[in-house]
């Protein structure tokens, strides 16, 4: 039986700065919440799939991370490696409601 | 079955001496008959084929050993040419037809080239054989100077003729207390008259060059290697390096012992052959019509007769040319052809403007030019030396004549105007005709295609802008004369400097800004482009430009450096690697109270706090801080340490305070921000026990001051630093770090180390930037600016509370 994640609040969008990131801490490991130039959200497991590089101390641009271990790109929308890397980290459902933030994180 | 037998039997050709001239015989010999000759090189030195008229610019920082390799081993192997590189050849056997190497090996021939070159003069004063006392012939002299730049602080150069005076501004450049001692009245008296020659010996003294004349050297002394150089008036001149250039003396030995005619040279006809007819000789080696050779230009024409003649391609005899000399010195501009010397039959033009340096002396005879000096602006020597060389009548032009093609060639100036048979390229001989035949039925479209393939400024490199010129008449719009630029990254077309010029110029003054105006292709660039672009703000715009932590490597934004398991390491500042029981002790505590599991000494006299996490950082820093300890910058493409040694304080061998002048360094850099990690070091004597010479800035101190050093990098690929100068006060150590600091700060692309940069520019233009005063204060004024407003504590900062977010989480989910 698959257990449903639950919408949390987790802050305000006005809590990351643009084009930067914060770090939610949860049991298992943290994750990445990151803030584009437009005012986009998007939410993934903060290790890149390379060495587990904190993707959260990465630089933001577009819709992408460099990872601050090695340069590996990663996609904010599906978590993918950009070419020639590969390899995929698991995003996170993430919702903005009003500056809200939201995320469904697995109990 | 020999299958060998099927092919026709090639002739056996052997070269001995593997020089400019005998390499250049094999050219042209295999571009008229790629298949008829098996090759057989001796040549003395273990190198392939070398331009040697490029060892000053060697030696002057300005090229590098691998630039003037004309010939590498590869080539001999493409053109499958036996190459005998470090065995001289020691004896020719003419009825076995044999050489025999000085290693024993031997080589049969049909035909001989003899190319030994010739030997420098040195004149038997006393001690002219002490260790010290060199000449300048190979790229085994230039290492003998530079190494003798870097141990000893004066040199003393006999002879003031071209080779001499190359020399002495190479020893200068690097660092050398340089005299030059011509026995002459006037320098380079072959070449220039006594007006040009005064204006020489002026410019050379500005160059920090000391020339005397009419110096009779007596003597050379010295205890097991040279001292002091004795003048025949007595004067004494101290040395640690004695360069004689005094002038070459045809290389005959090999032929003499061989039985062939000899006069002053090696003798020969018209078609290059010696007493012998199956033995050619070619170069500085030859005596033609009593006349021995020293310059580039006929001796490659010789090559051509000998070519001809050895592959029965044509039978043209050999006829000298008049030959043009330039100085290669850079900023000095002088072209000297032809006879000036004048007689009861030749007339005089002379154009001088004293004020600007200008001295121009053409001589005429029967309404022919006949001789050409140019001082002080030389831009104009190919058209007198065409007008020399084709015997042209001037009678129409003479009254215009000194004020060059631009007056008096019908208003057109430059190459456009020259006739297709002028030389471009006085040292290969190659005409405007041949060069623009090339560039149209090859479809050439740059100076190095041009250079390939027709030799046009390959070798001594002066009238490459001539060539340049060329392209841009031949080809109109479609040249393009910008060289292939790198883009920054992908999100621009644009190069580094372009983007640096740009936010100057057109006063950009954030990243969205510069994007902006320089069409970038990404919404916001990307983590190259970004960091690069905040840092030439930073740089561009001090106290006006609001740093961008966006646009900051992690360990720059966090002041701290990330490890693999994403925590942090913290290396507090210790001023010129000094300390202190109560800094150690603050240390001490700080890793008990914050459990922090290694502490590590670094390669910079530093202490290194690993393993502490995100949120730890501000409370380790408060600790420190309130300590004395501020941030070492350890993390950044900044001023790191300055490492130094105990110095005078403490050392028996040391010679000035290094430990001082190294927290002086470290006080006054700290805290900037440049193109890569930037790191100094001081050491108390030459001992060097700081290892200065493999650092961003070193500086080294003897008995009598201070040496600066830059560019060196012990990183993956090692660089020694070159000697930018040596000063003798503290002040000036100061003056000159900061002008250097900034100067890498404002020329450098980013993430270029000050090793990179300087192999890119040239030390010597380095040099140049700071040797002139009042642009070093310019530059140090700069810095020292920008330092007022970039010297605070980031740590200081964020154990107050600044930038929180950055070390905190923004939720914890259960």
């Keep these: 039986m698959t257990e449903t994640a639950a919408w949390t609040r987790v802050g305000a969008i006005d809590d990351i700065p643009i084009l930067g990131s914060r770090v939610v801490a949860t049991p298992t490991e943290d994750i990445a919440i990151f803030r584009t130039a437009g005012d986009r959200i998007f939410a993934l497991y903060d290790r890149c799939p390379h060495k587990q590089g904190k993707l959260s101390q990465g630089i933001v641009h577009g819709t992408a991370v460099t990872c601050p271990l090695h340069n590996w790109v990663i996609g904010l929308d599906d978590g993918l490696a950009k070419d020639p890397d590969e390899g995929c980290v698991d995003t996170v459902p993430v919702r903005l409601e009003g500056r809200d933030i939201f995320l469904a994180v697995k109990p | ?814």
């Design chain 2, 1 to 814: 079955m020999n299958m060998i037998a099927k092919i026709p039997a090639r002739r056996r050709l052997i070269l001995i001496g593997n020089g400019m001239a005998g390499v250049r015989a094999l050219e042209e010999i295999l571009t008229r008959a790629p298949d008829v000759f098996d090759i057989t090189v001796f040549g003395a030195e273990p190198h392939g084929n070398y331009n040697r008229i490029m060892l000053s610019p060697v030696l002057a920082g300005e090229k590098t050993f691998s630039d003037i390799v004309t010939h590498d081993r590869d080539w001999y192997e493409t053109n499958a040419i036996e190459l005998i590189a470090g065995e001289a050849a020691a004896t020719i056997d003419r009825d076995a037809k044999t050489v025999t190497g000085a290693n024993g090996t031997v080589r049969p021939y049909d035909a001989l080239i003899l190319a030994t070159g010739s030997n420098p003069v040195i004149i038997p004063f006393p001690g002219h054989d002490l260790p010290g006392v060199i000449a300048f012939r190979d790229i085994g002299d230039v290492d003998t100077m530079l190494a003798a730049s870097r141990t000893g602080t004066h040199a003393v150069v006999i002879g003031g003729g071209l080779l001499g005076l190359e020399a002495a501004n190479g020893l200068a450049r690097n660092g050398m207390d340089t005299t030059v001692l011509h026995l002459m009245p006037t320098l380079m008296e072959r070449q220039l008259d006594p007006v040009s020659a005064g204006l020489l010996k002026k410019d050379l003294g500005h160059r920090g060059m000391t020339v005397l004349t009419e110096a009779n050297t007596k003597a050379i002394h010295g205890a097991g290697k040279v001292e002091t150089v004795e003048l025949a008036d007595g004067t004494m001149l101290k040395a640690d390096l004695v360069v004689m250039a005094v002038g070459i003396r045809p290389n005959t030995a090999l032929a003499k012992s061989a039985g062939l005619d000899i006069g002053r040279g090696v003798k020969v006809d018209d078609f290059m052959r010696t007493s012998d007819p199956a033995i050619y000789a070619v170069g500085e080696c030859v005596e033609h019509n009593g006349a021995v050779f020293g310059l580039v230009a006929p001796l490659f024409d010789m090559a051509k007769i000998l070519a001809d003649h050895v592959t029965n391609t044509a039978e043209t005899p050999y006829i000298p040319a008049v030959t043009g000399t330039r100085l290669k010195v850079t900023g000095i501009d002088m072209f000297s052809a032809g006879d000036f010397t004048g007689d009861d039959t030749t007339d005089d033009v002379i154009f001088r403007d004293a004020a600007r340096g200008v001295h121009k002396h053409l001589t005429i005879r029967d309404n022919k030019l006949i001789g050409a000096v140019l001082y002080g602006e030389a831009a104009d020597s190919g058209w007198y030396f065409d007008l020399i060389r084709r015997g042209a009548d001037i009678s129409d032009i003479r009254d215009m004549l000194v004020f060059g093609p631009g007056v008096a060639g019908g208003g057109d100036s430059g190459v456009e105007s020259l006739p297709d048979t002028a030389e471009i390229c006085g040292c290969n001989g190659v005409s405007k005709g041949r060069i623009l035949t090339a560039i149209a039925e090859l479809k050439l479209t740059s100076v190095d295609e041009v250079r390939a393939r027709t030799k046009a400024s390959a070798s001594c490199g002066s009238c490459t802008c001539n060539v340049e010129k060329l392209l841009q008449f031949a080809l109109g719009d479609g040249y393009d004369a910008t060289p292939k630029i790198k883009a920054m990254c992908k999100c621009t077309a644009h190069g580094h400097d372009a983007v640096r010029a740009a936010i100057v110029e057109r006063r950009l003054k954030s990243i969205p800004a510069v994007m902006r105006a320089l069409d970038w292709v990404s919404p916001d660039g990307c983590a190259s482009c970004r960091p690069a672009l905040n840092f030439y703000l930073l740089c561009a715009w001090p106290g006006e430009y609001a740093d961008d932590a966006r646009s900051r490597f992690v360990n720059e934004r966090m002041h701290a450096n990330i490890q693999k398991d994403g925590t942090y390491s913290v290396v507090p500042r210790m001023w010129g690697g000094v300390t202190s029981a109560k800094e150690l002790r603050a240390i001490a505590d700080v890793v008990d109270k914050y459990d922090i599991p290694t502490v590590k000494v670094t390669g910079g006299q530093r202490i290194d706090l690993l393993g502490v996490r995100k949120e730890q950082l501000p409370h380790v820093w408060r600790d420190l801080n309130a300590a004395g300890m501020v941030s070492g910058h350890a993390y950044g493409k900044a001023l790191r340490t300055v490492k130094t040694c105990v110095g005078s304080e403490w050392c028996r061998f040391g010679t000035q305070d290094s430990t001082a002048m190294g927290v002086a360094l470290e006080k006054m850099t700290w805290g900037s921000w440049t193109p890569h990690k930037t790191k100094m070091a001081v050491s108390g004597c030459p001992r060097n026990c700081a290892e200065a010479t493999i650092k961003d800035f070193g500086v080294i101190a003897t008995e009598s001051g201070w040496d600066l050093h830059a560019g060196g990098n012990g990183g993956i690929t090692v660089r020694v630093t070159d000697l930018l100068a040596k000063v003798s006060t503290e002040e000036e150590v100061l003056e000159y770090a900061a002008a250097f600091m900034q100067l890498y700060r404002e020329e450098a692309r980013y993430l270029e180390r000050t090793a990179p940069w300087i192999e890119r520019v040239g030390v010597a233009y380095v040099r140049d930037r700071l040797s002139d005063a009042g642009g070093r204060r310019l530059l140090r004024d700069r810095f020292l600016e920008s330092q007022r407003l970039a010297q605070s504590d980031p740590w200081a900062e964020r154990a107050e509370g600044a930038e929180s977010h950055e070390f905190r989480s923004l939720a914890t989910v259960e």
